[in-house]
């Protein structure tokens, strides 16, 4: 979302509303209400999301809950999401930017809940999360904390030290999102193998990826929905789209910022396997 204000930000939400209104209202998203899976749809902030999204918008039974992104960064802030998972109904799934938390996992086993785990390179997360505070939502505290460095390699040191109410240093977000990808119950999804080719990834690991999701959820399409789906998952229309390709930071960084950056979260892209 580009938003230089609180009105902009508003009026997006009103559009998205209507948007996921009219949707559920189609033949199938009805039928889904009695017979659909409960989904959420879980990753790092600005590791793809709107790819799930995108996807899950074209699947049969499936709409969107209507819910705003469920965000927990703190373990105050656990129980009212636990609720907001709890109460997700046959046929919906919801978008999460939650940090990993051992009861999230129960409350959705509990309620009989599929949580799908996104993850994505974290140099080009940490590029892709530069551009949104420092050029689309410049209504965060996190853009004027930026604003004040004058290059790109000091925006990127300040983003991995972070600042105490501002901006969390970004090593220590990779660590606390990291636990998802062992879960047993959890499906974890690589944004490198969604996107597809035009995103600079490959048909063959976007089909597996989709085939793999609808496994996991028991969901059953033909070849040529799966054709068709495949083919509408990457937008460049979405809200918060930016470069959404693979491997931008070898593109985006001198040869001098790709060093420090791979050493100075090296630990990190090792135990997110990259």
Same mark, same amino acid.
């Given at each position: ?27 199938s998203q009805l039928k889904g209400r009695n017979i659909g899976p409960k989904v959420v749809l879980n990753s790092l902030p600005k590791s ?62 509990? $309620?009989?809940? !599929? /949580?799908?785990?996104?993850? =994505? ?8 999360? %530069? +551009? ?20 790109k390699l000091d925006k990127l040191k300040a983003m991995i030290v972070g600042k105490q109410d501002v901006l969390e240093p970004f090593p ?29 990834g490959t048909q063959e690991d976007q089909t597996q990826a989709v085939k793999k999701i609808l496994d996991f959820i028991s969901i059953e ?20 789209? $930016?470069?959404? !390709? /693979?491997?931008?930071?070898? =593109? ?8 420090? %950056? +791979? ?12």
């Amino acid at each position: 979302m580009k938003a230089k204000n609180n009105f902009e930000k508003y009026k997006y939400y009103v559009l998205k509303r209507q948007e996921i209104f009219f949707h559920g209202l189609q033949k199938s998203q009805l039928k889904g209400r009695n017979i659909g899976p409960k989904v959420v749809l879980n990753s790092l902030p600005k590791s793809g999301t709107h790819l799930l999204e995108s996807m899950f918008f074209q699947l049969p039974l499936m709409r969107h809950s209507g819910k705003r992104t469920l965000r927990s960064e703190t373990q105050s802030l656990i129980d009212p999401k636990l609720k907001v998972i709890s109460k997700l109904k046959k046929g919906q799934f919801l978008l999460a930017h939650m940090q990993f938390d051992s009861s999230i996992v129960q409350t959705a086993n509990t $309620n009989d809940v !599929k /949580i799908i785990h996104l993850i =994505r390179d974290p140099r080009d997360v940490l590029l892709s999360h %530069l +551009n949104y505070i420092q050029n689309m939502d410049t209504t965060q505290k996190s853009h004027r904390f930026i604003s004040q460095y004058d290059t790109k390699l000091d925006k990127l040191k300040a983003m991995i030290v972070g600042k105490q109410d501002v901006l969390e240093p970004f090593p220590l977000v990779l660590k606390k999102f990291q636990p998802w990808m062992n879960q047993q119950h959890v499906l974890c999804v690589k944004f490198e193998h969604l996107i597809g080719p035009n995103g600079g990834g490959t048909q063959e690991d976007q089909t597996q990826a989709v085939k793999k999701i609808l496994d996991f959820i028991s969901i059953e399409i033909n070849n040529e929905e799966l054709e068709q789906i495949c083919g509408k998952i990457f937008s460049s229309k979405s809200s918060t789209f $930016n470069k959404g !390709k /693979i491997g931008n930071w070898k =593109r985006a960084l001198t040869p001098e910022e790709a060093k420090w %950056l +791979n050493e100075a979260i090296g630990n990190e892209i090792n135990n997110y396997n990259y």
